[in-house]
């Protein structure tokens, strides 16, 4: 112990209360009925001074924000964080404090249930506090990252996420030594604030199944197939607990993702991003990843049974067997259905290769972000059937660069990379203005725009999580794209600096009364 002589005894009894400076910090005395305590004098919520707080019996209360603390029990009343205590003592008249420091571990272990209680109660500005005392410590910051992962896993009922898909490209941020330190903590801090808004508060537990199978891939595709996530959660159990992941594990994922146009996109992008966050964290998120992933995939929409979407699997399936070969031409995509610009690709498949292909697809998916019609994406007289947002258009570039990396992993998927973003363009395709004019938003490179884009991202001011995901990640798609498709590159970073500063709405609610008037009078 480091018991320290820090007042006299008197003063404090006429005073009732006394702040004292000791190796820098603000210590406040108390002198109750029930004794006298010694606590830290910031607030531990937003610093301010309790000395300048309530006393009611042993509850001070801190006059700011109404917190309220128990200074004989030292439990929370009101409020978050705990309030940091000293042992004190009285001899010969004068107060003495031990100042001895919480060992590290025990300091760690209380920081990592604060930074739960902060998930659970969906309080970003004490998750940001409990990240930065990881740091403090010593311990990587990243490891918050760990446990909101681990704890998120079982309450997501529909599995993976915006936020778990985002977590790769925040954390590419927090990890460049460039910026500043507020700016790193933010990007862990928007990992944190969207798991806990996206578990809202649940304590419901969605468990998985714990039977572990040998890993077998086309059991496990027939798994997804079927939705039948006991079955894919137990083959994957098989896989992770090998030695080493399977040699097909990746490849699989990635085509069970692909499969069918499903759920916009998601699929795809929420198995590369997932795959992404283990190669950053490590194998120790593969189990919480991987398992949600798994029920995500089980849970998406198949989008190709709808109407609009049927001819994928056929032209999938006949993707050599086409005839005319058209010259490739991204302007074949300005006015087209999802069926047409499926026909146009399939017919550039026989005598063009793939990369050829996904080249004028970027160009085409960018074009349409930087040429989205915003009068059309605000406007309250949508039909339910055509509710377009920002967010529909960045997935062409997201969905891209996702695709990428399955490719890498399985070449054989390039016709359902193609097929499915030519689904996107053709959706999107109606709901674009080819007149707009699109100079204000070119910029002269790549290095100059990331600077200026990161800027942007680290002070977005989205009030929705589900907003800033999608500026963080169409942000890094657009990166990969415009160096692995130079010729698109300009259009691919006009149209991503175009939706960095457009005015994303979160909600229109007047077009939402007015679809559900709409609605109900046709029951």
Not at 502 to 516: F, I
Request: glycine letters at 6%; charged letters at 20%; one cysteine or more.
């Amino acid at each position: 112990m480091a018991w320290i002589d820090v007042a006299d005894r008197n003063a404090l009894r006429a005073a009732g209360r006394l702040v004292v400076r000791v190796d820098g910090r603000q210590i406040l005395l108390v002198d109750t009925e029930q004794g006298l305590f010694a606590t830290a004098n910031r607030c531990p919520h937003e610093g301010y001074p309790l000395s300048e707080g309530t006393l009611a019996g042993c509850t001070l209360t801190c006059n700011w924000h109404n917190w309220k603390f128990d200074l004989s029990s030292g439990e929370t009343l009101v409020g978050g964080d705990k309030l940091t205590r000293y042992p004190l003592r009285v001899e010969a008249g004068r107060i003495w404090l031990d100042l001895t420091e919480i060992p590290p571990a025990e300091r760690r272990a209380a920081v990592l249930a604060g930074l739960v209680q902060a998930l659970r109660d969906r309080d970003q500005q004490r998750q940001l506090r409990e990240t930065a005392r990881l740091g403090r410590l010593g311990t990587k910051p990243v490891d918050a990252v760990r446990v909101a992962l681990a704890w998120a896993d079982e309450r997501l009922e529909y599995g993976t996420t915006h936020a778990f898909a985002a977590i790769p490209d925040w954390l590419r941020l927090q990890a460049d030594p460039t910026l500043p330190a507020d700016a790193r903590l933010m990007a862990l801090g928007e990992i944190l604030g969207h798991i806990g808004d996206d578990v809202a508060g649940a304590e419901a537990k969605f468990g998985f199944a714990t039977e572990t199978q040998a890993w077998d891939a086309q059991r496990f595709l027939a798994a997804i197939e079927r939705e039948d996530e006991a079955q894919a959660v137990g083959l994957l159990r098989g896989a992770l607990a090998q030695p080493a992941w399977p040699s097909d594990l990746a490849a699989t994922l990635f085509a069970a993702a692909l499969d069918h146009y499903a759920d916009f996109g998601h699929s795809l992008i929420y198995t590369t991003q997932t795959l992404r966050l283990i190669g950053r964290l490590g194998p120790d998120v593969a189990e919480p990843a991987l398992l949600a992933l798994a029920r995500a995939l089980v849970y998406a929409q198949r989008e190709d049974l709808l109407p609009e979407f049927r001819d994928y699997r056929p032209r999938r399936d006949a993707w050599w067997q086409s005839g005319d070969a058209p010259a490739l031409d991204a302007v074949a995509f300005r006015r087209t259905s999802a069926k047409q610009a499926m026909a146009i690709i399939a017919a550039w498949a026989p005598s063009h290769p793939p990369a050829a292909i996904f080249a004028v697809l970027v160009e085409a998916a960018a074009w349409q972000l930087l040429h989205a019609d915003q009068p059309f994406l605000d406007s309250i007289d949508q039909k339910l059937s055509e509710n377009v947002g920002w967010l529909d258009f960045t997935h062409g570039l997201t969905f891209a660069a996702a695709g990428l990396d399955a490719v890498e992993a399985d070449p054989s998927l390039w016709p359902a990379l193609l097929l499915q973003l030519a689904c996107f363009i053709g959706r999107n395709s109606r709901y674009v203005d080819p007149e707009l004019a699109t100079e204000p938003w070119r910029v002269t490179g790549v290095q100059p725009f990331l600077a200026d884009a990161t800027q942007r991202v680290t002070n977005h001011g989205q009030g929705r999580f589900i907003f800033s995901a999608h500026l963080i990640k169409t942000l890094f798609a657009a990166i990969e794209l415009a160096e692995a498709v130079p010729a698109a590159a300009p259009t691919v970073l006009a149209a991503t600096n175009r939706f960095l500063q457009a005015p994303l709405r979160g909600r229109n609610p007047r077009r939402t009364a007015r679809q559900m008037l709409a609605f109900v009078a046709e029951e």
